[in-house]
Every structure is written in structure tokens, then in C-alpha cells.
């Protein structure tokens, strides 16, 4: 692997929900609450905050956002993402939709659109089918809505102490059968075609924005595909690939948990970027625990 970016900018890639920003009941903070950190809202929904980052890391988010081409890289719809409000918001490049949308200062890219929607065409079913098995006899009841995402995806939010894991497994064969995935998220569960990837939007986004090292953070599988193209990646230690003992060679996984990884993570990557042009040693020297590949 070779860390030189040869003067090419880095670029850092990075998932939002659970990986920067959290909900109220996503923060899993420890310790007295007069010692808990100070925040910052991260996003307002109807009327009301909604997710929130330390004070400190946004802090550090507008350092790196200085100093690298930073790309949010979210699931979330492109009217979900613009309600989130970061440094560098509007800027540069950003991925929605789990990579169906490529936003280039705030515009969707078409010809990026017009690639997915050709992709999809013979390598997966129909979203109307997926739509159909999540709502029909095969249903459960603890699936408690069912919304579709601009037309690319299904998700639906769902009881998750009421949700058998047996329903969980015959979902995901019968997704990985007809060409989609699944990813539970707290009370989210997608199922999304497999060609609607965030690493495809990601290695898109390096390949015109001419950046050298990537560097990556995300918690769920549908962030796994960014961190393994990453030449340095990290994830907290919570969430979907947590619970997977996701590890690789060139991931580091965070000491904290919740809201404080957040922090931990920009920490992590405004590390690497302070680091001379190599931007060498790897992603074990630094604050963390590296985990062994397996
Ligand atoms: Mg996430």
C-alpha cells in the first residue's frame, strides 16, 4: 500500500448517522451528566433538534473539511441530508441515497444517476418486488413501515425487540437471491440493490476530485465497502459492524462508543491529515485499538 499521496489532496470519506452525528438515543453517554460534553445540533426535524456532535469534533470537522476534500457519504435521501447541517454543508462533493446520488456543490450529477439506473437493470429484481414481500403475506408484523428512497431502495422502521432474527436471516437469502442487500440500523432496516454502493460513488468521487489517500470512517455494512477501498479507515466501536467483529488490516476501531467516537473519529483523521506528506506510519500508530485481520 503506498501512503505517498504525491501531493495529490487526501480524501476523506465518511458516513453521518451513528459515524459523526447522533441521535438522542444513539449518544450512549457514560459518567455524570455535568461532565458530559458540549454539543452541537447536527440537524433540526420538524421543528426540533435531532441529531447532535460534540462541540469539539465539529471543531475538528472544520479543520478537515479545511485541509482535505471531505465527502459525507450517507443512506440517507438527498432531502434527508440536506437537512444536516455540517461544516464545509453545500460544498464539494457529497454522496446520498447509499451512492445512487452524487451531489456536486449541492447538485445531483446526472451522469452519475443515468450509470446507476443502467447498472441496476438486469442484476437485481425490481424494487416493486422487494416492496411487495416487505408488505405482503410474508410480512411481519414488528416491520411497522415500509417507505421506498427515491425510487432506488426500501426501508422500513421496525420494532426491533419484536423482530425475530429468524426473519432477519430468510430476508436477507431471500434479498441475496434476487440481487439486494440488507442493513439493520437501529430501528432502520434496508434492503438496497446490490450495485447501489457507497464505495462506487466514493472511488468516483477520487477519481474526478484527482485526491490521493483515502482515508474512511462508517458503522454498518453499508459502509464496509468504503472502508476496505480505504488506504486508513476506522470505525467505532458500536453499531452494525461492531456487532459483525468487522476488522481489516488497515482499519482502526474506536476506544469510545456513541457521541465520544464521533469525536474520536475526526480526532483519529485530523491525525492523519496533520502528519507530513507521506502521511505514513498506518492507522495502527495512532490513538485507538487496531484489531487483527480475521
Ligand atoms: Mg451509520
Not at 5 to 31: E, F, Q
Not at 113 to 140: F, N, Q
Not at 180 to 191: D, E, F, H, N, V
Request: hydrophobic residues 40%; charged residues 20%; negative net charge.
Amino acid at each position: 500500500m503506498n501512503l505517498d499521496s504525491g501531493g495529490a489532496p487526501v480524501m476523506v470519506a465518511s458516513d453521518l448517522d451513528r459515524t459523526l452525528i447522533y441521535s438522542a438515543n444513539s449518544m450512549a453517554l457514560v459518567g455524570s451528566d455535568h461532565l458530559a460534553p458540549r454539543m452541537v445540533v447536527a440537524e433540526v426535524y420538524d421543528a426540533a433538534p435531532l441529531s447532535f456532535m460534540t462541540r469539539a469534533a465539529e471543531e475538528l470537522l472544520e479543520g478537515i473539511v479545511e485541509r482535505s476534500v471531505f465527502v459525507p457519504v450517507t443512506t440517507r435521501t438527498q432531502a434527508q441530508f440536506s437537512r444536516v447541517r455540517l461544516p464545509g454543508s453545500g460544498r464539494g462533493y457529497a454522496v446520498t441515497t447509499n451512492g445512487a446520488v452524487l451531489l456536486h456543490e449541492g447538485e445531483p450529477d446526472r451522469d452519475w444517476s443515468r450509470h446507476i439506473r443502467r447498472s441496476l437493470g438486469s442484476e437485481c429484481a425490481p424494487l416493486d418486488d422487494v416492496l411487495g414481500h416487505l408488505t405482503g403475506s410474508a410480512a411481519d408484523p414488528a416491520v411497522l413501515r415500509v417507505r421506498t428512497a427515491e425510487d432506488y431502495f426500501v426501508y422500513s422502521i421496525v420494532d426491533r425487540q419484536a423482530l425475530p432474527d429468524v426473519y432477519l436471516d430468510e430476508l436477507n437469502d431471500w434479498c441475496g437471491a434476487r440481487g439486494w442487500t440488507t442493513s439493520l440500523q437501529g430501528r432502520k432496516l434496508y434492503c438496497v440493490p446490490a450495485p447501489i454502493t457507497k464505495e462506487a460513488a466514493v472511488e468516483e468521487v477520487r477519481r474526478r476530485s484527482g485526491s490521493g489517500l483515502l482515508v474512511a470512517a462508517g458503522d454498518s455494512r453499508l459502509d464496509a465497502g468504503i472502508l476496505e477501498l480505504a488506504d486508513i479507515a476506522i470505525r467505532p466501536s458500536h453499531g452494525e459492524l461492531h456487532n459483525d467483529s468487522f476488522s481489516r488490516p488497515n482499519l482502526t476501531v474506536t476506544s469510545a462508543s456513541g457521541v465520544m467516537a464521533g469525536e474520536e473519529i475526526l480526532r483519529f483523521v485530523s491525525d492523519v491529515l496533520a502528519r507530513p506528506a507521506t502521511h505514513g506510519p498506518l492507522a495502527g500508530s495512532l490513538s485507538g485499538h487496531p484489531v487483527p485481520s480475521g
